[in-house]
């Protein structure tokens, strides 16, 4: 995946991004090559920006390639071109039906790769920062893990007035179709985040089975996280020290 | 058609499942990496071979599946992935390389679905 080593060897998780940067590129671009080569002509637009998701994946490789030898100024600009190319690219597949009669590799953002491709820049991203010595301890892992599971909250509620307006008022799916793969990137977000905080912090299983489960029924990841908190469950000793851990 | 070329990828995707679970073990305890991962890795490695021969010596026979050259381009990049991801990190023994294994593991196993399903 990675075609040479990393920075200078230096371990950390910059290694399981590139090796994903890597393949998504890959992926992405034999995709989108041979859909060309073969019947363009089916989707132009979607096999398109299948290709700009590939060369958008293989600059994202050389940016955090560059990161990870200190150099985060080219990272610090491809990310939120990424982050922003699956938003919109996502959102019209979802709005404009007509302009994708085949899937690109940011429809749904992402949800023919499992959500990857919307969580893979917000990852990156999250580390970038880390990387950062000037920066004051901030976001690391419990506030990731705060962030992520009131968000999961809130694509859950607009799932619900989705299918309040399909089922109840019959006005159409729009609003699930928008919200749910939003929701799915969510749910798969919540779901990485509590492992990892899981096996940072500690939890017993039964806590991080209920951290989990607490992903299925709607709102019961912000009642987990109030609890959680509540009960001293999302305290560390030093933040800082404990993402230096995870980076070392 | 279920024939022994199915057969051979189902034992590929068992067998990815397990190297991708066992890199989830030992990324939860979070120590270097076991060389016993390395092995499962090539192991990986030779089955997915075994399973590129096989589908080489199909398509030589003369079948032609429906998107052949989506078959093709997987059926060559099932073969690399695992040497590259282990190359990438030769010396690093740290518990991030064993995410870059992880991810080799399922990019294997999707591969190998998608083999069976553009046949």
Sequence with gaps: MTGSPAGPGRSGPHQVLLA?????ALAAGARSIVQLAT???????????????????????LAIRQASVGRAGFASVMLWVEVAGVVIV??????????????????????????????????ALLWLRGQDPSRAPGLDLVSAFKIVAFAEAVSWSGLLVGMFFKHVVDAGEQGVEIFGPIHGTVFVGYVLVALLTWNRLGWSIPVALTALAAAIPPFCTVFFEMWAERTGRLDTADPRQELKHVLD | MPGP??????????????V???????????????????????????LV???????????AGGSR????????????????????????VP?????????????????????????????
Excluded: K, N
């Design chain 1, 20 to 24: 994903l940067y890597a393949l998504f």
């Design chain 1, 39 to 61: 019947r363009a002509h089916e989707a132009p637009l979607a096999y398109s920006l299948s290709l700009v998701a590939a060369a958008t994946y293989a600059l994202g490789w």
């Design chain 1, 90 to 123: 996502g959102t019209a597949s979802v709005v404009e039906r007509d302009w994708f009669p085949e899937p690109s590799v940011w429809s749904g953002y992402g949800i023919g790769y499992g959500f990857v491709p919307a969580i893979l820049p917000i990852a």
């Design chain 2, 5 to 18: 070329l199915d057969q051979i990828s189902i034992i590929a995707i068992g067998y990815a499942v397990i």
């Design chain 2, 20 to 46: 991708a679970l066992a890199c989830v073990y030992s990324a939860l305890r979070w120590r270097a990496r076991p060389p016993w991962l390395d092995s499962l890795a090539w192991m990986l490695e030779v």
């Design chain 2, 49 to 59: 071979v075994i399973r590129a021969l096989a589908g080489l010596a199909v398509l």
């Design chain 2, 65 to 88: 599946p429906e998107e052949f050259s989506t078959h093709l381009g997987y059926l060559i990049a099932s073969v690399c992935i695992v040497p590259i991801a282990l190359g990438s």
């Design chain 2, 91 to 119: 010396d690093d023994r740290g518990p991030w390389s064993v995410g870059v294994i992880g991810v080799a593991a399922v990019a294997v196993l999707v591969i190998s679905v998608r083999m069976m399903t553009t046949l």
